[in-house]
């Protein structure tokens, strides 16, 4: 157990609302990661953190910003929500030099 | 084409088969990560590997650097096997361990 948590694990939204999703850990591990899931698509990157208030643009960045203050959290913002950002979303966090990854139990999001 | 490339994309197979999945990929890596996701849960890391062979109770994973290949077996297989299987690389440039995903395997064992 990695000590993953993500807030929260399910949400129904409607078109043009600001939604965060927060990704907690315990461990203080350096790297963090936000990813979204779709169906016909593996999991693709949206941002990746590398410490605090250090953070980078993933593959499919558009329409989200992040921010990390603190080590153990990693918070996820769609600035206005639209339909094509209803998915699941995973955090996922790594360390040392093995950069294996672990991830959370995942949020579901629903745009209306 | 996709960087990483998973064949087949279904798999169905009968309790006690062994199973074999097939990941591709295109890059130089670093490291290749084998993941499983059951219906409906969490991502769960199986293997990260690099070179060789490894192997954790029924599950063994192999890699070939050379032709950008690696394989998760199944022996004895389980209907609780039943799940998504998702390989990634992290290419050999990349910072801060980022993975390239691919879109998984999804094996359905039968009774």
């Known amino acids: 157990d990695a000590g993953i948590t993500q807030s929260p694990r399910h949400k129904v939204t409607e078109t043009g609302t600001p939604v965060t999703l927060r990704c907690h850990q315990t461990e203080n591990h350096r790297y963090m990661y936000w990813y979204r899931q779709d169906p016909g698509h593996g999991l693709r990157l949206i941002h990746y953190s590398y410490g605090v208030k250090d953070t980078d643009k993933g593959e499919v960045s558009d329409g989200y910003s992040v921010s990390r203050s603190k080590t153990e959290d990693f918070l996820l913002t769609l600035e206005s929500a639209t339909s094509s950002q209803t998915s699941v979303y995973f955090c996922?966090?790594?360390?040392?030099?093995?950069?294996?990854?672990?991830f959370g139990p995942g949020t579901r999001l629903t745009v209306t | 084409k996709n960087e990483v490339e998973q064949s087949p994309q279904n798999l169905t197979a009968q309790e006690g088969e062994f199973i074999t999945i097939n990941c591709s990929y295109s890059?130089?890596?670093?490291?290749l990560h084998w993941l499983q996701q059951h219906p409906g849960g969490g991502i769960v890391s199986l293997f990260m590997l690099s070179s060789g062979k490894k192997k954790h109770g029924r599950l063994i994973a192999t890699i070939n650097i050379q032709e950008k290949h690696s394989s998760l077996h199944i022996t004895a297989s389980h209907p609780r096997d039943s799940a998504v299987y998702i390989c990634?690389?992290?290419?050999?440039?990349?910072?801060?361990?980022?993975?390239?995903f691919g879109d998984g395997t999804t094996l359905t064992v039968k009774p």
């Open positions: 990634a690389v992290r290419s050999q440039n990349t910072n801060a361990g980022k993975s390239t």
């Open positions: 996922a966090i790594s360390w040392g030099t093995t950069y294996e990854q672990y």
């Open positions: 890059v130089g890596i670093s490291a």
